[in-house]
Each structure stands twice: as C-alpha cells, then as structure tokens.
C-alpha cells in the first residue's frame, strides 16, 4: 500500500492519540502543526500542547504559528511537499492552508455528520440522551463541518455515560478511523459523499460558562442527562447559599427519582445523611461535587464537611 505524506494539524489529547496512530502507520508525517505555547496558572508556567509534547518526543518537525495565514510558515509547509492535511480538534483554516496539499485536507469530527456540527459533539449528545455518537471523516471546506464525508462509524453511547467517557471512548475510535481514511485515500477505494441534506440539523454551539448552570425546574431525567453531559468538563453548576456567602458548586454526578412532591422545584433538603434538590417532576441526589475553593468529594465526604446544615440554602 502507498504511503502517504502527512502534515498533522491539531492540539489536545483528543488529537494527539490520532497523531500517534498515524506515526504508529505505514504512513509518514512530516510535519505537526499545533497552537503556540501559553503561560499559564499561578507561576505563569509555559505549557505545551499533548500533540506538540508527541512531535517534540518523535523528533517531529514542529510549527506553531500565530497567524495561519503567514507567508513564511505557509512556504514552509509547501516545502514538505505533503499529500494530505489531517486536522484533529485545531482552528479555523483559511482556504489557502486547506487546498493546499494535492489530495486535499480532511478533518476528523465527533459525531455522526450532518448532527452535532460544531465545538462541542460530544457534550451535547449525552445532554439531549442520544443512544449513539460516533466519529466521521470529510474534507474541509469553506463552511464549518459541511465537506463531502470519507468514512463514518457509530458507536452506542452507554446508559449513564458522561462526556469524559464518550470522549476517551470515541478518541480511540476516531484515531482509527484516520487511519482507515488515509489507507483508503492511498488505495483510492473511498467515494467521497455530500453531507445529507436535513432541515434542521442538530447543534453543537460552543459552550460557555452561563451554558452550564444548572435549571432545576427542568424534569429530572433533563437535569440528569445535562450533568452528565457537562462532566467532567467543563462541568454542571449550582450556586449554593452558606450563611451570607454565595458559592458555586459544581455537580458530577448522581441519581434521580420521579414524584410528586408538590414542592417547588430548586428546593434544597440538606443534613448529615442526605442532600436532596426537588426538580419540577421529583428529586436529584448530588452524588459527586466540588465546593467553590475546595476539591472534588463524593457525597459522603461533602457532607462531613459541614457542622451546620441549617445555613445552606440555594442561591
């Protein structure tokens, strides 16, 4: 089988397991494009991508370029002489970077497309309770997410799965599935398909902060999926009242029983055995959560953590 040529555009770990399978092939990278390196926490350490920490430890020829549209870094990528681009989890690509190889540049995508276009796939397949998910190949064009689709596999989402499990789970499967694309661009055995036309495709919009707070007078099995969804990034909050202080509270994870209790929903029933919050069809049992300012804890050492339950109230 021939092989390919390959420049590999991406930066978190997501993209760093399909770089490392496509090293791992008959395939050859030769060149690794990725995000410039960034100071940050309290000492203002620089830190470096997963998929830059890969190429620098397989003596990979290495790019980080501010702008994308950089005369000299887009000569230099020219000089590879590459035959495809495969982008993994990176950034907007302006069309002189994507036509760039000769058979043209493809992106790997969690979810099965034309659904979950978009920042965020896999959070919002657990948050709207899909049963699958999946991962898709396609060429990049000018519109996000809407190329011509190489290859696509499903994958069944598990009962109470969260996204930090999907992703792991579809990281994998996506990581083999560009290296089944690029064997099947080297064989020529793939027909590229248009993207099937439906009216009114599912999202999946970038998520921000005011996205993740918690609407408890949603029914319960909605509040669950949204939790999971959101866990363990960027994470499902709460906002929590102790004493005069307002704390946010993030939730990882619990159960749920529908009922009637006829209370209304956001109430808070709290003491040393149980913490309970009414939705507007039942209860929810925080399971797994993170004070403001404190670590992650299970219920049990959460709730060792108060002497005093009769100050704590939702916000």
């Known amino acids: ?20 399978a496509i090293h791992q092939s008959h395939h050859k990278v030769v060149g ?40 000299e870094f887009l000569e ?21 970077l994507f036509e760039m ?32 998910s999946g991962a898709t190949t396609f060429f990049i064009n000018e ?30 499967m996506g990581a083999r599935l560009v290296v089944k694309t690029l064997n099947g661009l080297a064989e020529n055995s793939i027909v ?3 993207q099937p036309q439906v009216e009114h495709p599912k999202n999946a919009f970038k998520i921000f902060k005011e996205d993740t707070r918690i609407d408890w007078t ?20 709460t906002t929590l009242k102790i004493g005069e202080e307002e704390k946010g509270l993030k939730i990882f994870g619990g159960r749920f029983e529908i009922s009637e209790h006829g209370k209304p929903a956001g109430i ?15 209860i929810y049992f925080p399971e797994e959560l993170q004070l403001e300012g404190k670590k992650r804890m299970n219920i049990k050492d959460f709730l060792n953590g108060f002497r005093s339950f009769e100050q704590i109230k939702m916000a």
Do not use: C, W
């Open 1 to 20: 089988m021939k092989s390919l040529k390959v420049v590999f555009l991406g930066t978190p770990e997501f993209a760093k397991t399909s770089l490392e």
């Open 76 to 96: 230099a990528l020219r000089k590879l002489d590459a035959d495809v681009f495969v982008v993994v989890a990176f950034r907007m690509m302006p069309k002189v």
């Open 218 to 237: 949603r029914p319960s099995k909605e509040i669950h999926q949204f939790i999971l969804g959101m866990s363990p990034y960027p994470a499902a909050f």
């Open 268 to 282: 808070l029933e709290i003491s040393k055995n149980e913490f309970k919050i009414y939705t507007a069809d039942g």
């Open 192 to 194: 590229e398909q248009p």
């Open 32 to 71: 690794v494009v990725t995000v410039a390196d960034k100071a940050s926490g309290r000492g203002q350490k620089i830190n470096q991508s997963p998929v830059k920490v890969f190429a620098v430890e397989n003596n990979l020829p290495v790019f980080q370029p501010e702008k994308l549209r950089n005369p």
């Open 143 to 172: 519109k996000i997410d809407e190329g011509n689709i190489l290859l696509q596999e499903e994958l069944t989402i598990l009962p109470d799965e969260n996204a930090g499990s999907l992703h792991d789970r579809l990281m994998e």
């Open 101 to 132: 190889p000769k058979m043209g540049t493809f992106n790997l995508h969690a979810s099965l497309l034309p659904d979950y276009r978009g920042a965020a796939p896999i959070n919002y397949a657990i948050i709207n309770g899909e049963e699958k």
